[in-house]
């Protein structure tokens, strides 16, 4: 449709929250801070907001990515060493 956006749901919200990278500091991002946090990730990395959801809903959604679903598989992780997970669940 063209319109560079952010869908927050239930994986992107809980892949910036506290639990996992550690963008927000509730253990999901809510839908207002996760739009924000996407939008400065877009500037930071030169990438329309719609291919960073993309990206993020891919890498936790079930049947797709399957890497950082509600039970996420830490071990095949790439981004891991940033995550706040490790602390919270040791």
């Known amino acids: 449709m063209g319109i560079d956006g952010v869908k927050p749901d239930i994986h992107v919200c809980r892949f910036l929250g506290a639990n996992r ?4 500091e509730q253990e999901q991002a809510g839908v ?3 739009v924000a946090i996407v939008r400065k990730m877009s500037e930071q990395l030169h990438l329309p907001m719609v291919e960073i959801d993309s990206i993020l809903w891919s890498y936790c959604a079930s049947h797709y990515g399957e890497i ?7 071990d095949a992780c790439v ?4 995550c706040t997970r490790k602390e919270v669940y040791g």
Request: glycine letters at 6%; charged letters at 20%.
């Open 21 to 24: 990278m550690g963008e927000f």
């Open 32 to 34: 207002s801070e996760a």
């Open 68 to 74: 950082c679903t509600a039970t996420p598989h830490c």
């Open 79 to 82: 981004v891991r060493k940033f």
